[in-house]
């Protein structure tokens, strides 16, 4: 069955560092979205990526973040300074003509 | 205010005792309600879709159930294997694309 990788499966970074998580989405999907879970919190939208632009985002996702596309498998989100409340598990997810969404099993980004 | 509120925070199950978790939502013109399982340290695994009041989803011993204010998982005779976390999402249309919103989940554990 098809899925979602997420490389790095962990990522320590220092603060101020700008870090890039990748994610390959199952490959005939056309949606694609970013999700992130503090430790013991629920899973927070961050932004979701349509026809090569930004569909909608939340107010998590500031100048900080971006989104990229750039080529026709692999999906990845940058953060440009880190900070330590960006600490947290990062998911991709994509889906096909619609929902349900299909998540990878994330990276997961501690700052230090 | 959350959007999606999930009840009980946690259920301790013995083998072979059956019990429902519950989700309720409060967006408006509900788009489709989805329930996922997450296991520590790892994605959210896509497990039924809603759509309308009365529709029910069955797979293996769990069953959901959709009203129009909220939402039931039914687990059947669980298993030490059905412990996880549960987590219910509902699709809300924003301006340009539709959001999925999760609740926080109920972590599930049934002993042997």
């Known amino acids: 069955e098809p899925e979602v990788t997420q490389t790095p499966s962990h990522q320590v970074t220092q603060m101020g560092q700008e870090v890039i998580l990748r994610c390959v989405p199952i490959?005939?999907?056309?949606?694609f979205y970013w999700y992130r879970q503090i430790l013991g919190q629920k899973v927070e939208f961050l932004v979701s990526?349509?026809?090569?632009?930004?569909?909608?985002k939340s107010e998590i996702f500031d100048d900080q973040f971006s989104v990229e596309r750039p080529d026709g498998s692999n999906f990845t989100l940058k953060i440009r300074s880190t900070k330590l409340e960006d600490s947290a598990m990062y998911f991709c997810a994509s889906s096909g003509q619609g929902p349900p969404l299909h998540f990878g099993n994330g990276t997961r980004l501690t700052v230090t | 205010e959350d959007q999606v509120t999930q009840s009980p925070e946690a259920l301790r199950l013995q083998e072979g005792e059956s019990s429902s978790l519950n989700c309720s939502y409060t967006?408006?013109?509900?788009?489709?309600l989805f329930w996922y399982r997450q296991d520590p340290g790892k994605g959210p695994e896509f497990l039924f879709t809603l759509y309308s009041a009365g529709e029910e989803k069955e797979k293996e011993r769990l069953k959901a159930t959709l009203t129009k204010k909220e939402s039931f998982l039914h687990i059947t005779a669980p298993k030490p294997e059905d412990s996880a976390t549960y987590l219910c999402a509902v699709r809300e249309l924003m301006n340009r694309d539709d959001k999925i919103i999760f609740g926080k989940g109920t972590r599930l554990h049934i002993l042997p």
């Open positions: 967006v408006s013109g509900l788009r489709g």
């Open positions: 490959s005939n999907h056309l949606y």
């Open positions: 990526f349509y026809n090569n632009e930004i569909s909608e």
